[in-house]
């Protein structure tokens, strides 16, 4: 694996010091609230990785320069000069591609955004990224997009290791252990490039994990030389597509998790999405904490397979769980996979909206003996009122096989 290696393409370069223990990359230039680093190489080792960050910055913008793709085993740790953890964003960008090792973590009170992009840029027109190396003068400006090249390079996650601080289980909002790569509570944690891949490293580990408790979690494959927008919001960054042309193939699989409880929102955007051998995207409504939308675009098709495969929401409290919307060509819910949002409490269940084509709902799955249907479906299991299932589309549903759409109260071998 290469590691981390400085090289002086900015007035003020990336300092790297490496010990046995961990590397800590310091200096890099700042202009306002912007602090930007280019490295030539960067990757991180099972030891970690430090980035000193002054209370001053608002923004961690660190590119690759080099031919290198960026391999992350250890934890990356943004501190402030005294070992708290800064609340700056960080942006990551490498057009090479990204992988996330099982072990892969973020210490960090920002949003994070990786993406393969060839450049990042800023309102007052600054570009920065590995497409534009040389730079005199650096910005202060606001990021507003992410400008891909054609055929961008893939990201993968593997990680789903727990994050721990010196040792220390990290919480999140809810006081629950954070599992593979996490944005801070209410903030935006983002991965944006080429093809997407979420799963295990090996057959015998749990496939990768996001998590952005309170907060957003973005997922989107762009294949085409277009933009994708960056909106601020009191939760981080909303992302936009309206101009790309071209979406690539977002994969979960080997139980591989998407989890914004806590209110959180999702927006996963791409050509085909697939979720795979107990893939999960959800979001959970707890005490406190509305619901926000769970959103799964596809100019292709979405595919949801295997027992325990689901899009869903749901609310353990008062309050009402997120509403799922679905859009694509064709909408597939076979073997056992689901989606839907039910209400486990007295808050109500989302609506849920899918809008295709075609949709296919058809299958079973056998898991401990027992069998489990393929389902579309709204429900309260509890006091809670049931969302609406709205199903838009030029043709009836194919229903075959032991697969169900359900609405209403109480469904048995839920």
Do not use: C
């Not at 591989?256 to 959970?284: C, F, K, M, P, W």
């Not at 199903?391 to 075959?400: L, N, R």
């Amino acid at each position: 694996m290469a590691g981390i290696i400085a090289e002086t393409t900015l007035p003020s370069p990336s300092v790297v010091q490496s010990t046995d223990k961990i590397t800590r990359i310091t200096g890099g230039t700042q202009v306002g609230g912007n602090l930007f680093h280019s490295l030539r190489e960067f990757s991180v080792s099972f030891n970690g990785t430090i980035l000193e960050v002054v209370p001053s910055v608002t923004n961690v913008f660190l590119r690759v320069t080099g031919l290198e793709v960026s391999t992350i085993e250890g934890q990356i740790a943004l501190r402030q000069p005294d070992g708290s953890i800064s609340p700056a964003n960080f942006f990551l960008i490498n057009a090479n591609e990204v992988i996330f090792g099982s072990r892969a973590s973020f210490l960090l009170n920002g949003s994070l955004i990786t993406t393969t992009a060839a450049s990042i840029y800023f309102e007052d027109g600054f570009q920065f990224g590995p497409s534009t190396p040389e730079v005199a003068e650096l910005t202060d400006s606001s990021p507003v997009a992410l400008q891909f090249e054609n055929n961008p390079r893939k990201i993968i996650n593997l990680a789903f290791q727990q994050v721990q601080d010196d040792g220390k289980p990290v919480l999140d909002a809810l006081g629950d252990p954070i599992y593979g790569l996490n944005g801070a509570a209410g903030q935006t944690l983002a991965l944006v490039g080429g093809d997407i891949v979420i799963a295990a490293e090996t057959p015998e580990v749990p496939g990768g994990r996001l998590t952005a408790v309170a907060g957003r979690i973005e997922v989107g494959s762009v294949v085409s030389a277009d933009w994708v927008s960056l909106t601020p919001t009191k939760t981080g960054w909303v992302l936009g597509y309206e101009k790309v042309q071209q979406f690539g193939t977002i994969q979960l699989a080997d139980g591989a998790v998407i989890n914004s409880s806590g209110g959180g929102a999702v927006q996963v955007q791409g050509r085909e999405v697939a979720l795979t051998d107990l893939a999960q995207i959800y979001s959970t409504a707890g005490e406190g904490q509305l619901g926000e939308t769970l959103q799964v675009i596809a100019s292709a098709s979405i595919t949801v397979s295997g027992g325990f495969s689901s899009i869903r929401t749901e609310t353990e409290g008062p309050n009402p769980a997120g509403h799922v919307e679905i859009s694509a060509e064709r909408v597939a819910i076979l073997d056992g996979g689901r989606i839907g949002s039910v209400t486990l409490a007295q808050g109500s269940g989302g609506d849920v909206r899918v809008k295709a084509n075609s949709v296919t709902v058809s299958g079973t799955a056998i898991i401990e003996g027992q069998r489990f249907s393929s389902l579309l479906y709204v429900l309260s299991l509890s006091t809670g009122a049931p969302g609406k299932l709205i199903i838009e589309t030029t043709t009836p549903p194919d229903v075959s096989e032991g697969g169900e759409i359900i609405t209403g109260e109480n469904f048995q071998n839920f």
